[in-house]
């Protein structure tokens, strides 16, 4: 490597990264290895410390108010400029200055995201600020390959692959694992003595959940060759890996699953200079750009090709080659002779796995279910021997000897009773990173939408009991909570297909014990949480009251004048009042 990328520790907005060159301090006297020293606004999901926001939703939330205060920012400066002074002069503010860049598209954010509900967040905060994303980790990025190119949003992947799965060896693998996470080498002798305790153990893992295992590691492995067959710009990053000789390896195992030769140069060049924006500078041996140059001695991704020299803005440094006992070698011990990496075959042993749970039919929205005793709950009541046709996701008719366009499919409900989905109208299903937001008494800004994911099990094993509909709430440890979502039972969707479309808004209040439990916030008692409700709908009026009185103001102004800002937690507070939301109280 000749340049890094740089980025600030995690935090919700941490800074901005800068491109570096890999020169000795020596070599590089003062900033002179510094390409670009505000490549991206890093960002996070979590902030640090016990403050608010401390879940997964408050994060989003606050990062929402915190761009729409920038974009306030923006919008009354405008109007100051362009009205020559005769409004009121804004505050500077050097956090919402350092923003514009940001707004204007000047300046990507780079956000980490793994899971495809960690992408999803990304790419759902980006369009409805409109700004430059760029994702980091990209482990499921080949499960939202379309929305990444639609969005022309890159991805800084991550290979830093787990040990290969092993059947009947768990103290063997987890040695591997830890080995990976340190950094350091396996030896024989650690390997035989973790085999022993195996054998002593005697486990035998079904094969079905080995399969799966041994799945899931290929997928991931194969991340890299599907996401260049995909068209999709990516760079290959050493995040997560502690030293050149596991990088190396894991690019081989990138390239055994099909990763190119190109690609893989590509990914390590071209794609991330461009990506980074230096691409006028590195990524390739042009000339006029800065003499970066790796001199190996045989074909990437061999087994046994070394890095033996390299020039850094015309610097160069000899590589020497690996000791034999260096940790950093990634040459590993050979695999026990019983052991195999190969698929099981079939045990007879039931497992259940993602494989598993897919649908045997899908019927598109269109299906007809025949000869059934249906249980209406309308009128006229119970129905036997009778037909239902749903035409795209609606019921279109409900009779006897019904019939149905070509393609639809039918099921035979002779003897089955049908009648509607169940509806969970208290849940917190399929919601990720807490459902408290537990750190102010009011947190009505927050949103469990902003939390979703569709891989949360219990969406499986609802369904399978006949709930199709959640009232997906937020938690009882808030006078007033967070706002509601109202979900569909479908496992393994991404999260932005959940929700049914234009339902009512709602939020949730918590009256009783669970509010008053904590000693280090107000309230503590319950005429303390009648307080708190009265004094934050109050506060609400005021807020509303500023909009309206604003709104009069436009109508009758012949210029552009400044809004309020805009308060998200005062403005839900204002749609309770006006009836807009729905409250759900928990009381005791």
């Known amino acids: 490597f000749t340049a890094i990328h740089s980025m600030p520790p995690r935090a919700l907005l941490a800074g901005t990264s800068a491109v570096a060159l890999l020169l000795d301090s020596a070599d590089a006297p003062g900033t002179r290895a510094i390409i670009d020293a505000d490549t991206m606004l890093a960002a996070g999901w979590r902030a640090p410390g016990d403050d608010y926001p401390r879940s997964l939703m408050g994060s989003i939330a606050h990062l929402r108010q915190t761009f729409l205060d920038a974009q ?25 200055e350092a923003l514009q860049p940001v707004l204007d598209g000047a300046l990507p954010v780079v956000f980490p995201a793994t899971r495809l509900d960690e992408i999803d967040r990304a ?18 990025a080949t499960k939202a390959t379309s929305r ?88 290959i990053t050493t995040r997560g890996q502690h030293n050149a ?47 970066n140059i790796a001199l190996l001695d045989g074909r990437l991704g061999e087994a046994n090709t070394r890095v033996r020299w390299v020039v850094v803005d015309g610097v160069p440094y000899e590589q020497a080659p690996a000791a034999a006992d260096d940790p950093d070698d990634d040459d590993q011990p050979d695999e026990p002779a019983a052991e195999t990496a190969e698929a099981a075959g079939d045990d007879g042993v039931p497992v259940e796995t993602d494989a598993s749970r897919v649908p045997a039919t899908r019927t598109g929205g269109d ?52 009648m509607p989905g169940i509806i969970d109208d208290h849940s917190h299903m399929a919601s990720d990173g807490g459902i408290n937001e537990g750190t102010l008494s009011i947190t009505a800004q927050v949103r ?23 009232n997906v709430l937020h938690g009882s440890a808030n006078t007033i909570g967070g706002q509601r979502a109202i979900i569909q039972m479908k496992y393994g969707v991404p999260a932005t297909e959940l929700q049914f479309d234009d339902y009512p808004r709602g939020i949730k209040f918590a009256l009783g014990e669970n509010v008053t ?38 109508r009758q102004a012949d210029r552009r004048v400044a809004p309020p800002r805009r308060d998200l937690r005062l403005e839900t507070l204002a749609g309770i009042l006006s009836g807009e939301i729905l409250v759900h109280s928990h009381g005791y």
């Open 448 to 470: 469990i939408e902003d939390v979703l994911h569709g891989d949360d099990l219990t969406l499986y094993r609802a369904a399978a009991g006949g709930v199709t509909t959640a």
């Open 245 to 291: 000789g596991q990088f190396l390896a894991n690019l081989r195992l990138a390239m055994e699953a099909g990763l190119s030769h190109d690609a893989a140069l590509r990914a390590l060049t071209v794609g991330p200079a461009g990506i980074l924006g230096v691409d006028r500078q590195l990524g390739s041996l042009e000339a006029g750009k800065i003499g």
């Open 123 to 140: 790419l759902s905060l980006a369009n409805e600020f409109e700004l430059r994303l760029v994702i980091d980790g990209g482990e499921e």
């Open 148 to 235: 990444l190119q639609d969005a022309d949003v890159p991805v800084l992947l991550r290979i830093d692959f787990p040990a290969k799965p092993r059947r009947n060896t768990p103290n063997l693998e987890r040695l591997e694992a830890r080995a990976r996470t340190i950094g350091r080498q396996v030896t024989d002798a650690m390997v035989q003595s973790a085999l022993g305790v195996d054998r002593d153990t005697r486990v035998t893992e079904p094969a079905g959940r080995f399969n799966e295992r041994l799945r899931l590691w290929q997928e991931r492995v194969g991340t890299p060759a599907t996401l260049a067959t995909s068209g999709l710009s990516f760079a």
């Open 72 to 96: 306030h920012y923006r919008t009354v400066w405008d109007i100051y400029r362009e009205t020559d002074g005769a409004s009121r002069r804004p505050g500077y503010d050097f956090a919402l």
């Open 517 to 554: 439990r904590r000693r280090n916030r107000f309230p503590n008692t319950r005429m303390g949480q009648e307080a708190v409700i009265r004094r934050a709908l109050t506060e609400a009026q005021v807020y509303q009251a500023q909009w309206d009185d604003y709104e009069a103001e436009v």
């Open 367 to 418: 299906v007809l279910i025949r000869n059934a005793t249906v249980l209406t709950m309308a009128q006229p009541g119970m129905l036997e021997h009778t037909d239902i046709l749903v035409r795209d996701g609606l019921i279109a008719q409900i009779g006897r000897g019904l019939g149905a366009p070509g393609g639809t499919v039918a099921v035979d409900a002779t003897d089955a009773w049908v």
